[in-house]
């Protein structure tokens, strides 16, 4: 590309402003013009600067956040840009009803074909944001087109610019040029022109106004000189003849302006003035052969940011079909961006719009662009070298198609969709703030330029079916507002002031989302705010004055809606709806003298509101957010909360109060009455400095049924424990029941307390009052906790005299109270004696306690006269010696009294500072309650280290000489011990256990695995005869689970086993053994014998018993267990065996169930015969499987009983098995039926897929998105995959998409694989070449995963080799099965009884994670019986 010309003479002429400055205003377009300053956009940086994402904006990281306020709050005018009136159309019936261009969709049907598709609504936001949009008709402007089309024969509207000025273009060729106050200025141009040169089709206007560039629909460019009217220049060779002009714009330089055709191509207009003559030159941009162009945008700059250094680029942004670019005009053309959609619906309109917006403290351009429902944020940015850097920002998925997209400030955006809805979105947090129905306007859509219809229609059908929507020249923007051009008006929309959407809410009543809103004004948390300036906290008393205005109308607005009639409850519902709200904003507001003073006096009015306004601050004021209140008000609260008895509120509400405005000596006997002890407390300490006359008061209440023995009842128990903790608050310096006591007056409050609990006597003491009452009911309530109490108090008494004193004092009264007094339980003396431990325990102990007395309390807890409460006496004792009470006694004494009292916990703490480890094994085995965790407390001293190897082996020895007892114990844990120390010393253990039951359970503990010891077998190793031991221990004492234990039983010899199972006559273990060493025979024999025998005992009970009910015979049981036993040994062996062995086991075993039989005539049948013959069935049809028939029938027959005629005796016997030969037949030759009607079939199915061509589902490649046809002079293959996705070779190539397997190319389609990346790659293809298609002769193999890489190669090779379309007919073959097939169900049969039994076939598994078909949800069985034989 050639350089830029060099621009010689720039014609610089500027129009004439205008002088009123109050049109100016009320345009609001030269404000709007300057508020986009440098100060402005830093203010932008502090507003929301949280919502800014880092990694969206490509934001480095910085050591100081910036500081900077209200980034994104424009301070527009408030004023309005129009008269406001009702939007009503003028009489405009009188225009004809043809358009030139389209109309809008309320009206025609050139709307949103996707509108069946659109997606959910989101939901309104209008309750959360009001009215963001103010839109109103220029009814002036309106009035004139009317009538220019009415009395010049303009035509109807077909584009709009707007700056200073507003321009209109018309169908006949007229620009209508209108001033700010919608006064007609200039008409340029002629209808006979117009019928020349067609209808206008893009209108630009210059940036100071002087200039407008007019496009046509027949090709033609004129340039008129707004301040005179003056046609400058006719340009009619800038472009190809025969394309209407798109768009045509002017960039920030005055003497360059770009333009698109209806070919797709975009130009560069340069204008000159040589010698006095006006000149355009004309350089092709871009050519709409290499891809139409349909929108054009050049980045315009403010007069604040034209040293911006971006600006001297001169950038063009420009959409095609297919893709973005980025371009610089200047120093010299450069493409700095190719950005490519990716797949978009056809019909859906490119859009492109600059703004420049401000992030990280750094003010760029962004490149907005969307086609479809997805909009694209590009942040352009120039470096330090001078390069231009794109980055990509996060983008907005829409639910709608969009056909116009405008900036109105850097953070808010204006959509307009396919249905004429506009929608405003913040563009930081992407929420939507409103949605404007706008079809009234009745839009004009330039469909008939993109059609070229003025030119015969020579457009591409691409670029026609994006014109159906296109709309470019009937929108346009400036200085905040946004201009739309209808048929037959023009109306503009601008965001509204905050004082208008707060207002715009009130007058539709909703108060309180206008407060809501309003509140999101102060507090800086709306959206698309307008009209506030200035800093945070000016911006917040503006709102604030706002939002008092509003809460005195919402409160004289609840007193006039409050229903008259009615229940009281409609009433308090009413106000419990509306008088909160007033509440909680004046606090949020935090004007308390607004609440109390003239709100309340409103509200007062009515007695209902009045009560409900109360109830609302309780919340407030126990959550301490509400201190301050006005002494009237406070009495209001506390009366009414009394006279709803809502006692527990009132308590609750004092003490977060400060009540020294009110009458406290009614509140004390308020409280009193009604037992708000907490109240009363809070009242004396706040009210009245006073401390200790709610401690007496409290005292009188407890301390008489205490004295007199008898039991609490609840409320006594709550009044001496809020006693309890408000003398603990006291000493320890905290206010009751929260906060704390003034610093000077805690030291007071100590001594004062301290003073009162060591009184001798009370006040008004009745005569037989004990001393020291007040120490005395404390201990008498809850001794524990009053020694907890002290004890913390002692914890911050410091070290001066007084405090010594003190303590002294409060001991030795403690110890006159309670040792000389038989009235306390031991616990509660164990409790004082561990209180005073503790206390002498201390390395800066004070307190001197005579040692006498622990060793009077030694006595009385070890009393063996008393056995009352024995463990609580050892706990207390416990506690006592681990407080560090130790000290005070002889240890020898104190063992030798624990001993004796049986506490042997007590002389386990002993033994345990004695390191006498041995002799706590002694203390558990003889405690009752603990004898089962000897067994832990041995296993610790033995593993934990830390414990020397001489105690390791007193504690050991000691458990030597106790194992019968830690046996008898628990077998278990005993078992588990000495595997886990002593596995080599188990001999040694057996030795100690004579007694022979024990014996048995440690071995059994031991040895067997189902006991559940946690111990390695193979570790312990245990010799055979221990084993051995075990089994002849087994046979004595539980022979029916021998053959149980045996099987999981590893470590023993078969001789020895057997001889010792012999020993005790166990022949099913017996036979077992043998039948483990492989002697099976010996054990056949033996079973064999066994139901001789048992056959024999049923046929001497016949000759007996001749009545005997065999249904329930014992005898006939035992003999089918016993014959069931036999045929199981018989089964699990002769897989093993030949012929004439299985026959040496089978037929032996038929004889003698047919021997019973043989014995009994036909005179006199046997009793058992019915049964003996079901069981003789039973075998033989068991050993059909391993016998062949012919012999077993000649075996029959050769019987000599059976030879001599009686066949019909074994009648049933033959005719039973020639069922089952019959049945096992027909089930053969039925499956190998089945089986060759699946292979037929699939076969046929395989046949007619590999026939089937290929049916592509597009003509253009899926990559370029190209048709096919277009590149065929290019020697360039076309690629047919069988799932329907076409691709040019070049193009699979450039994305990778071939692999080599033997020495041969395989495609992969791109899109398939991209999807699914962990399937089969889909490699069967066909190949176009030269414009035929032919099938692609290539191999692949079966699984060829993408991720696995050579391996997946080398598997190929192995693997057997399909053609592609056999792998195509296969996976469409797999395709047609809707279940499993009959094939899957015979294979998985077969595979699941394999190992039992021969089959006729075997299948195959499919693969090494074989999931079963029967545990298919939707898996049916049909079944039919076996066919019935004719007799």
Not at 83 to 111: F, K, Q, R, W
Request: aromatic share 8%.
């Amino acid at each position: 590309m050639d350089n830029e010309p060099d621009h010689e003479n720039v014609e610089q002429s500027l129009c004439a402003k205008t002088t009123d400055e109050e049109l100016n205003k009320s345009f609001s377009l030269e404000a709007s013009l300057s508020k986009f300053s440098y100060i402005d956009l830093d203010k932008e940086l502090e507003f929301k600067n949280d919502l800014i994402d880092d990694k969206e904006f490509d934001i480095p990281q910085v050591d100081t956040p910036p500081t900077l306020e209200s980034i994104l709050n424009e301070t527009d005018d408030e004023d309005d840009s129009f008269v406001l009136e009702d939007p009503t159309l003028l009489n405009i019936d009188t225009i004809d009803s043809h358009s030139y261009d389209t109309s809008s969709v309320a009206s025609s049907d050139s709307g949103d074909r996707t509108n069946l598709k659109r997606k959910k609504k989101l939901p309104d936001s209008f309750s959360l944001h009001g009215s963001v949009m103010r839109h109103s008709l220029l009814k002036g402007i309106s009035a004139q087109i009317v009538s220019a089309a009415d009395k010049v024969d303009a035509g109807l509207p077909t584009a709009i610019a707007v700056s200073s000025l507003i321009a209109v273009g018309t169908s006949h060729g007229l620009a209508l040029i209108f001033d700010q106050n919608q006064a007609l200025r200039l008409c340029l141009g002629s209808t006979s022109v117009g019928g020349q040169y067609g209808a206008i089709s893009a209108l630009s206007i210059n940036n100071d106004c002087s200039r407008l560039l007019c496009g046509f629909a027949k090709g033609q460019i004129t340039m008129w000189d707004l301040a005179s009217g003056k046609l400058l220049r006719s340009i009619t060779d800038a472009h190809p003849p025969g394309t209407a002009i798109l768009h045509i714009k002017f960039t920030d330089d005055p003497t360059l302006a770009v333009c698109n055709d209806s070919g797709g191509s975009v130009f560069e207009l340069t204008f000159k003035r040589v010698m006095g003559v006006r000149t355009c030159e004309s350089r092709c941009l871009f050519s709409g052969s290499k891809g139409e162009v349909c929108c054009i945008e050049p980045l315009h700059s403010k007069p604040e940011l034209k040293d911006h250094p971006i600006t001297q680029f001169s950038l063009l942004a420009m959409a095609s079909l297919t893709k973005i670019l980025v371009i610089g005009l200047k120093p010299s053309l450069k493409v700095w961006m190719t950005f490519p959609y990716g797949r978009m619906d056809p019909s859906s309109v490119p859009l492109l719009a600059w703004h420049f917006v401000a992030v990280h403290n750094y003010v760029n351009p962004m490149l907005a662009f969307c086609r479809g429902d997805v909009v694209h944020f590009l942040l352009v940015k120039r470096d330090e070298s001078g390069a231009i850097h794109v980055t990509k920002q996060k983008h907005l998925h829409l639910y709608y198609d969009l056909i116009n997209f405008t900036w109105i400030n850097s953070r808010t955006i204006v959509l307009l969709d396919s249905v004429e809805k506009l929608h405003v979105i913040d563009r930081q947090t992407q929420e939507e703030l409103e949605t404007v129905e706008i079809s009234e306007v009745q839009l004009v859509y330039n469909s008939s330029h993109f059609k070229s219809l003025a030119t015969g229609g020579n457009v591409s059908q691409a670029l026609a079916l994006v014109g159906e929507k296109a709309c470019y020249q009937s929108i346009s923007s400036y200085g905040g507002q946004i201009f739309y051009l209808g048929t037959k008006s023009v109306y503009v929309m601008m965001l509204r002031s905050w004082r208008e959407r707060v207002d715009h809410l009130l007058k539709q009543d909703c108060l309180t989302e206008a407060l809501a809103l309003a509140w999101s004004f102060h507090e800086g948390k709306a959206k698309a705010v307008v009209g506030l300036s200035g800093d945070a906290s000016k911006r917040k008393a503006v709102v604030a004055d706002r939002m008092v205005e509003i809460l005195f109308h919402y409160a004289d607005r609840a007193l006039k809606t409050c229903p008259d009639q009615g229940k009281i409850q409609v009433m308090e519902q009413h106000f419990q709806d509306m008088v909160p709200v007033i509440v909680d904003y004046c606090l949020l507001l935090q004007r308390k003298d607004l609440l109390f003073s003239q709100v309340y006096d409103k509200l007062s009015e009515n007695s209902v509101a009045k009560g409900v306004f109360l109830e609302c601050l309780e919340p407030y004021i126990l959550s301490d957010k509400l201190v301050g209140i006005t002494p009237q008000v406070m009495k209001d609260l506390i009366v009414h909360f009394q006279d709803k008895k809502l006692m527990e509120n009132v308590e609750a509400l004092i003490v977060h109060m400060d009540i020294t405005s009110l009458d406290i000596q009614q509140v004390v006997l308020m409280c009193w009455e009604n037992r708000l002890y907490d109240a009363m407390i809070y009242v004396y300490n706040r009210g009245m400095n006073e401390f200790i006359s709610p401690m007496e008061k409290l005292f009188r209440v407890i301390a008489p049924p205490l004295n007199a023995g008898k039991t609490l009842t609840d409320e006594q128990v709550v009044m001496g424990n809020k006693l309890l903790v408000y003398i603990s608050c006291c000493l320890a310096g905290r206010a009751y029941p929260l906060g704390d006591i003034p610093e000077d007056l805690v030291p007071l409050v100590k001594n004062q307390v301290f003073e009162f609990l060591i009184r001798l006597h009370s006040t008004e003491a009745p005569p037989e009052e004990e001393i020291y009452p007040y120490i005395r009911t404390l201990l008498h309530f809850d001794t524990r906790e009053f020694l907890n109490v002290l004890a913390l108090t002692f914890e911050d008494f410091k070290n001066d005299k007084q405090a010594v004193e003190y303590q002294q004092r409060i001991v030795d009264i403690l110890l006159k109270v309670m040792v000389e007094n038989s009235d306390f339980t031991p616990s509660q003396v164990g409790c004082l004696f561990t209180f005073l431990a503790r206390q002498l325990a201390k390395p800066d102990n004070t307190l001197f306690v005579n040692r006498t007395l622990f060793d009077q309390v030694l006595e009385f807890l070890c009393s063996p006269d008393d056995d009352s409460r024995h463990s609580e006496r050892q706990q207390v004792l416990l506690e006592l010696l681990q407080a560090g009470g130790i000290v005070q006694f002889e240890e020898s004494r104190l063992i030798r009294m624990a001993e004796k009292a049986e506490f042997y916990q007590i002389c386990e703490f002993m033994y345990e500072r004695e390191h006498q480890y041995d002799k706590i094994i002694d203390c558990y085995l003889r405690d009752p309650l603990r004898e089962e965790e000897v067994f832990n407390y041995i296993h610790n001293i033995l593993s934990i280290p830390g414990h020397s190897a001489e105690e390791k082996q007193s504690v050991w020895q000691k458990a030597m000489d106790h194992i019968e007892e830690l046996v008898s114990l628990k077998p278990c844990k005993a078992a588990e011990l000495v595997a886990t120390h002593f596995s080599e010393q188990i001999e040694t253990v057996i030795k100690k256990l004579q007694n022979q039951v024990l014996l048995f359970k440690f071995l059994r503990s031991l040895l067997d695995p189902r006991e559940g010891i946690h111990v390695n077998q193979e570790l312990l190793q245990i010799s055979p005869c221990i084993t051995e031991q075990f089994i002849e221990l087994l046979c004595q004492f539980s022979p029916n689970q021998v053959i149980e234990t045996l099987q999981v039983l590893e470590c023993y010899r078969l001789e020895e086993t057997i001889q010792i199972t012999q020993k005790y006559q166990l022949h099913e273990v017996t036979a077992y053994l043998l039948e483990k060493k492989g002697d099976i025979h010996g054990a056949f024999l033996i079973m064999l014998k066994r139901l001789q025998s048992k056959l024999q005992e049923i046929t001497r009970q016949d000759e007996i018993f001749l009545n005997l009910d065999t249904k329930e015979d014992p005898s006939l049981k035992n003999v089918e267990e016993t014959m069931v036993e036999t045929i199981a040994l018989c089964q699990r062996n002769s897989h093993n065996l030949n012929q004439q062995q299985r026959e040496a086991l089978w037929f032996p075993l038929l004889e003698a169930m047919m021997a019973p039989q043989k014995l009994s005539s036909s005179a006199a049948p046997h009793l058992h015969s019915e049964a003996l013959k079901s069981l003789t069935m039973q075998v033989l049809n068991n050993m059909a499987a391993f016998i062949a028939l012919p012999s077993i029938l000649q075996r029959i027959l050769q019987d000599p009983v059976y030879g001599k005629g009686k066949l019909g005796e074994i009648q049933g016997l033959i005719l039973g098995m020639l069922d089952t030969f019959s049945y096992e037949q027909t089930l053969l030759e039925t499956t190998t039926s089945l089986l060759n009607q699946d292979l037929h079939w699939s076969l046929c199915n395989l046949r007619a897929s590999v026939t089937r061509g290929l049916n592509p589902k597009q003509d253009y490649c899926s990559i370029c998105l190209q048709q096919y046809k277009r590149r065929q002079e290019m020697a360039d293959e076309i690629i047919v995959f069988s799932c329907g996705h076409l691709y040019h070779s070049f193009c699979l190539q450039s994305k990778e998409c071939t692999v080599e397997i033997e020495g041969q190319t395989r495609w992969t389609c791109y899109k398939c694989s991209s999807i699914n990346k962990v399937g089969k790659l889909s490699e069967n293809s066909s190949e176009v070449k030269k414009g035929r298609i032919t099938p692609s002769q290539v191999k692949m193999s079966p699984s060829c995963h993408p991720s696995k890489g050579d391996p997946a190669v080398k598997k190929a090779t192995s693997e057997p080799v399909l053609d592609p379309q056999q792998i195509q007919a296969f996976d469409q073959l797999c395709h047609l099965y809707r279940g499993s097939s009959r094939l899957a169900l015979l294979t998985e049969l077969s595979q699941k009884r394999g190992s039992e039994s021969r089959r006729p076939f075997s299948g195959s598994q499919s693969g090494p994670a074989f999931n079963s078909v029967f545990q298919k949800e939707n898996f049916q069985l049909q079944l039919i019986p076996p066919p019935v034989t004719e007799d």
